[in-house]
């Protein structure tokens, strides 16, 4: 998996410090110590790693994180949010021409997947902005890159413009610049040639092709699993050819992590995009934050915090907060957050977002059957309103109607109604700021 070993190590080093109930500066030394051989081990820029590790320090060493109550959780925000500069801050939307067509040319070394990534920025496009995008094929070095376009685009129904191999590439460019006019095509996406490595004549010949269809934008195809090699070729390209974004493919391997981490800070350029799969809807936009994210191992938080928020109500929120300091959540509040969170999709996946559990073989393999789902409500459904707002009548009578009225065996009630008091305690508890109890819950 991605960023595996990064993780494992940038974790270790904080729970070095979490251990501690004081950090001292000599801890805060010995953890830079970690971060830092954790990211030259995982192929970061040498350079960009020197640069991270001072700025952490120095934010670190602050008297006031080292004296506040959680100093571990504050040197990891402060991690967190170094990881997310050098990788950019936010996300870099496509540069867009105020004219039709925008021109986006594509380049890279063979085999860095640029081919495929033009089928899949295709389908980007075609999904969102309902787009109607040409491709030029300009490969004429690699027959077979010719019919792998076409055949992508026959399977996308994107038309493909070519000449076959033995036109001049510039030649087939301009053409195809043509007919994307008279078809009044919104996009045009050209797929030029890739070598083994950085070559002069490559240079020149993409020059060329950038001189005579002015692209808006310059996407740099590189291979995430070549590490720091992918940094440097992001480097070349960019001399020569002032790129103006980078895709970063197959985040789906067992990357490292260094070209993601490397590439803005040696360039200066945003990755715009990352490829996780070899299928033409494996193409992803690329928030630093999520990243940063990813590679401290704390899961996709904010994607979760996204989904809760398209499926939360705020004002229902804040009533409910309210009932959890007053201890009165019922089961009918119980009610409505099953059903929120039903919303939110496939309990399994949601489970995998939260931080410490996307590597939890336990989770891994979990199948939540949405049908414990809808027993607990029959559960719920088969209490009369006096028990849903005040579960201390439910005693062992109750319990049995209960049981033959939702069709389900008295353990199962006796249990629902056991895990309901105890997550009502916690939740009481939580929000008096007391997260004792959610460190085993996080699987630390
Ligand atoms: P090109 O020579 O740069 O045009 O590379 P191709 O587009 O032909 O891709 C080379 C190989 O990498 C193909 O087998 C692709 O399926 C594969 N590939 C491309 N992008 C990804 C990705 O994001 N993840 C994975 N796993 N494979 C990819």
């Given at each position: 998996?991605?960023?595996?070993?990064?993780?494992?190590?940038?974790?270790?080093?904080?729970?070095?410090?979490?251990?501690?109930?004081?950090?001292?500066?000599?801890?805060?030394?010995?953890?830079?110590?970690?971060?830092?051989?954790?990211?030259?081990?995982?192929d970061?820029?040498?350079?960009?790693?020197?640069?991270?590790?001072?700025?952490?320090?120095?934010?670190?060493?602050?008297?006031?994180?080292?004296?506040?109550?959680?100093?571990a959780?504050?040197?990891?925000?402060?991690?967190?949010?170094?990881?997310?500069?050098?990788m950019?801050?936010?996300?870099?939307?496509?540069?867009?021409?105020?004219?039709?067509?925008?021109?986006?040319?594509?380049?890279?070394?063979?085999?860095?997947?640029?081919?495929?990534?033009?089928?899949?920025?295709?389908?980007?496009l075609?999904?969102?902005?309902?787009?109607?995008?040409?491709?030029?094929?300009?490969?004429?070095?690699?027959?077979?890159?010719?019919?792998?376009?076409?055949?992508?685009?026959?399977?996308?129904?994107?038309?493909?413009?070519?000449?076959?191999?033995?036109?001049?590439p510039?030649?087939?460019?301009?053409?195809?610049?043509?007919?994307?006019?008279?078809?009044?095509?919104?996009?045009?996406?050209?797929?030029?040639?890739?070598?083994?490595?950085?070559?002069?004549?490559?240079?020149?010949?993409?020059?060329?092709?950038?001189?005579?269809?002015?692209?808006?934008?310059?996407?740099?195809?590189?291979?995430?699993?070549?590490?720091?090699?992918?940094?440097?070729?992001?480097?070349?390209f960019?001399?020569?050819?002032?790129?103006?974004?980078?895709?970063?493919?197959?985040?789906?391997?067992?990357?490292?992590?260094?070209?993601?981490?490397?590439?803005?800070?040696?360039?200066?350029?945003?990755?715009?995009?990352?490829?996780?799969?070899?299928?033409?809807?494996?193409?992803?936009?690329?928030?630093?934050?999520?990243?940063?994210?990813?590679?401290?191992?704390?899961?996709?938080?904010?994607?979760?915090?996204?989904?809760?928020?398209?499926?939360?109500?705020?004002?229902?929120?804040?009533?409910?907060?309210?009932?959890?300091?007053?201890?009165?959540?019922?089961?009918?509040?119980?009610?409505?957050?099953?059903?929120?969170?039903?919303?939110?999709g496939?309990?399994?996946?949601?489970?995998?977002?939260?931080?410490?559990?996307?590597?939890?073989?336990?989770?891994?393999?979990?199948?939540?059957?949405?049908?414990?789902?809808?027993?607990?409500?029959?559960?719920?459904?088969?209490?009369?309103e006096?028990?849903?707002?005040?579960?201390?009548?439910?005693?062992?009578?109750?319990?049995?109607?209960?049981?033959?009225?939702?069709?389900?065996?008295?353990?199962e009630?006796?249990?629902?109604?056991?895990?309901?008091?105890?997550?009502?305690?916690?939740?009481?508890?939580?929000?008096?700021?007391?997260?004792?109890?959610?460190?085993?819950?996080?699987?630390?």
């Amino acid at each position: 998996m991605a960023f595996e070993g990064l993780s494992e190590r940038l974790q270790k080093a904080f729970s070095g410090l979490r251990r501690k109930g004081k950090v001292t500066d000599a801890d805060v030394r010995e953890a830079m110590r970690e971060i830092r051989l954790a990211l030259l081990e995982a192929d970061v820029n040498f350079g960009v790693v020197k640069d991270f590790v001072k700025t952490v320090r120095e934010q670190a060493v602050g008297a006031d994180v080292l004296d506040s109550l959680t100093p571990a959780q504050q040197i990891i925000k402060i991690v967190n949010d170094e990881l997310t500069k050098t990788m950019g801050e936010s996300a870099v939307p496509l540069n867009k021409s105020p004219h039709i067509p925008t021109v986006i040319m594509m380049a890279g070394l063979q085999g860095a997947g640029k081919t495929t990534t033009v089928g899949k920025l295709s389908r980007y496009l075609m999904e969102n902005e309902k787009a109607r995008p040409l491709l030029i094929a300009a490969d004429v070095y690699r027959p077979a890159a010719i019919e792998q376009l076409k055949t992508i685009g026959d399977q996308l129904g994107v038309p493909v413009f070519d000449m076959g191999t033995d036109t001049d590439p510039v030649e087939i460019v301009r053409q195809g610049m043509a007919q994307a006019a008279l078809q009044h095509n919104d996009y045009v996406i050209i797929d030029t040639a890739g070598r083994l490595q950085i070559d002069e004549t490559l240079m020149t010949e993409l020059d060329n092709i950038k001189a005579l269809a002015k692209p808006d934008e310059i996407l740099l195809v590189v291979d995430s699993m070549t590490g720091q090699a992918a940094t440097e070729v992001a480097e070349g390209f960019n001399k020569r050819l002032d790129i103006t974004g980078v895709v970063l493919t197959k985040l789906d391997g067992d990357t490292r992590g260094g070209a993601a981490l490397s590439i803005r800070a040696v360039t200066g350029k945003p990755i715009k995009f990352v490829g996780q799969g070899e299928k033409m809807d494996a193409l992803d936009v690329f928030y630093p934050d999520r990243m940063a994210n990813r590679i401290l191992g704390m899961g996709d938080m904010l994607t979760l915090i996204d989904k809760a928020q398209k499926n939360y109500d705020e004002k229902q929120a804040a009533e409910m907060a309210e009932k959890i300091q007053q201890n009165s959540f019922d089961f009918n509040d119980f009610l409505d957050q099953m059903d929120q969170i039903s919303n939110m999709g496939p309990m399994e996946d949601i489970l995998k977002m939260i931080p410490g559990m996307a590597n939890n073989p336990a989770v891994a393999n979990l199948q939540v059957d949405p049908k414990d789902f809808a027993h607990m409500k029959a559960i719920v459904y088969s209490m009369t309103e006096a028990e849903r707002t005040d579960p201390d009548l439910l005693n062992p009578s109750r319990r049995r109607r209960i049981a033959a009225g939702s069709g389900r065996p008295v353990p199962e009630v006796n249990r629902m109604i056991k895990q309901f008091n105890q997550s009502k305690k916690m939740m009481n508890q939580m929000s008096k700021g007391n997260f004792a109890g959610m460190e085993g819950l996080m699987g630390n």
